[in-house]
C-alpha cells in the first residue's frame, strides 16, 4: 500500500479552546495558511465550545491545558468517555513529563509547548490531517501502514531527510554547541574535516527543524551573510 499523501481537497474543520485571547489570534493565522484547513471556530466560553465537539462537526480540537486547573483535562476525559471522533492537539506550557504522561493517556495527536514556531504548529496540523485521511481512505490495512500511524511518517509535504545521516550530524551539532555567537558556515568547515556544502546543507536542516535560528546580515554589495544561531531551548 502507497503511503498517502494529501490533497488540496483533504479538508478538515478546527475548534480553539484557549484562554489567553493573544494566543489564540495566533494560533488563528497561523492555521489560516493551512489548505488543509476549511472552517475554524474559536471560543473563551467552555460550555459552547463543549457543545461544538458534541456537534460532530470538528475533526481537530486545539486545546490548551493548564496544571493549575482542571478544564484542560476534564474536557479531554469528556471526549473520550463519550467516544467522539476528534482528534487533540494539545498546545500548553507544561513542560513538567507527569503532566505530559497524563495528558498523552488520554490518546492526543500531538504536543506542542509554548511558546511555538509557526512551522511547527503547520507541520503538526498537515501530519494530523494526514492520519485523519488515512484512516477514512482504508477499510483494512497492513503492518508498515499500522507503523505509519503510530510512528508519525506521513508524506504530508513531501518532505524527505535529504540525506542526513546521524552521525554526522552529531558531530556537526556538537561543533554548533560551542558557538557562543552567531556563526556561519565558515566558522564550522573551520572545526570540522567536512566539506562547505555538506555543513551548509546540515545548517539548513536544523534550521528547519527549528534547532537552528538564522539571520542574515546585509553588507554594502554581494548577498547577504547567513548567521545561524542555537535557539535558547537547545542550549
Same mark, same amino acid.
Given at each position: 500500500?502507497?503511503?498517502?499523501?494529501?490533497? @488540496?481537497? *483533504?479538508?478538515?474543520?478546527?475548534?480553539?479552546?484557549?484562554? *489567553?485571547?493573544?494566543?489564540?489570534?495566533? %494560533?488563528? @493565522?497561523?492555521?489560516?495558511?493551512?489548505?488543509?484547513?476549511?472552517?475554524?471556530?474559536?471560543?473563551?466560553?467552555?460550555? %459552547?465550545?463543549?457543545?461544538?465537539?458534541?456537534?460532530?462537526?470538528?475533526?481537530?480540537? %486545539?486545546? *490548551?491545558? $493548564?496544571?493549575?486547573?482542571? %478544564?484542560?483535562?476534564?474536557?479531554?476525559?469528556?471526549?473520550?468517555?463519550?467516544?467522539?471522533?476528534?482528534? !487533540?492537539?494539545?498546545?500548553?506550557?507544561?513542560?513538567?513529563?507527569?503532566?505530559?504522561?497524563?495528558?498523552?493517556?488520554?490518546?492526543?495527536?500531538?504536543?506542542?509547548?509554548?511558546?511555538?514556531? =509557526?512551522?511547527?504548529?503547520?507541520?503538526?496540523?498537515? =501530519?494530523?490531517?494526514?492520519?485523519?485521511? !488515512?484512516?477514512?481512505?482504508?477499510?483494512?490495512?497492513?503492518?508498515? *501502514?499500522?507503523? =505509519?500511524?503510530?510512528?508519525?511518517?506521513?508524506?504530508?509535504?513531501?518532505?524527505?531527510?535529504?540525506?542526513?545521516?546521524?552521525?554526522?550530524?552529531?558531530?556537526?551539532?556538537?561543533?554548533?554547541?560551542?558557538?557562543?555567537?552567531?556563526?556561519?558556515? $565558515?566558522?564550522?568547515?573551520?572545526?570540522?574535516?567536512?566539506?562547505?556544502?555538506?555543513? =551548509?546543507?546540515?545548517?539548513?536542516?536544523?534550521?528547519?527543524?527549528?534547532?537552528?535560528?538564522?539571520?542574515?546580515?546585509?553588507?554594502?554589495?554581494?548577498?547577504?551573510?547567513?548567521?545561524?544561531?542555537?535557539?535558547?531551548?537547545?542550549?
Amino acid at each position: 500500500m502507497k503511503i498517502y499523501k494529501c490533497k @488540496e481537497d *483533504d479538508k478538515m474543520n478546527v475548534i480553539i479552546i484557549e484562554e *489567553d485571547p493573544m494566543v489564540r489570534e495566533v %494560533i488563528l @493565522e497561523y492555521i489560516k495558511e493551512v489548505n488543509s484547513v476549511s472552517k475554524v471556530y474559536t471560543s473563551n466560553d467552555i460550555d %459552547i465550545s463543549k457543545e461544538k465537539l458534541l456537534s460532530g462537526m470538528y475533526q481537530l480540537l %486545539i486545546l *490548551d491545558i $493548564k496544571s493549575y486547573n482542571n %478544564i484542560g483535562i476534564s474536557i479531554l476525559r469528556e471526549i473520550r468517555d463519550k467516544i467522539i471522533d476528534i482528534e !487533540v492537539l494539545v498546545i500548553s506550557s507544561e513542560s513538567n513529563i507527569n503532566v505530559i504522561k497524563n495528558i498523552n493517556r488520554y490518546g492526543i495527536a500531538d504536543y506542542i509547548l509554548k511558546p511555538f514556531s =509557526r512551522s511547527r504548529l503547520k507541520k503538526s496540523i498537515k =501530519r494530523i490531517n494526514c492520519q485523519i485521511e !488515512v484512516l477514512k481512505t482504508y477499510k483494512y490495512i497492513n503492518q508498515d *501502514d499500522i507503523d =505509519r500511524i503510530y510512528g508519525k511518517k506521513y508524506n504530508c509535504d513531501n518532505e524527505n531527510t535529504r540525506g542526513i545521516n546521524t552521525e554526522t550530524y552529531a558531530k556537526i551539532f556538537q561543533v554548533v554547541k560551542k558557538q557562543t555567537s552567531p556563526f556561519t558556515t $565558515k566558522h564550522i568547515t573551520n572545526n570540522i574535516s567536512l566539506s562547505r556544502i555538506t555543513v =551548509r546543507r546540515y545548517l539548513e536542516y536544523m534550521k528547519d527543524k527549528d534547532v537552528l535560528v538564522l539571520d542574515q546580515q546585509y553588507g554594502k554589495v554581494g548577498r547577504p551573510i547567513r548567521y545561524y544561531r542555537l535557539k535558547e531551548s537547545k542550549l
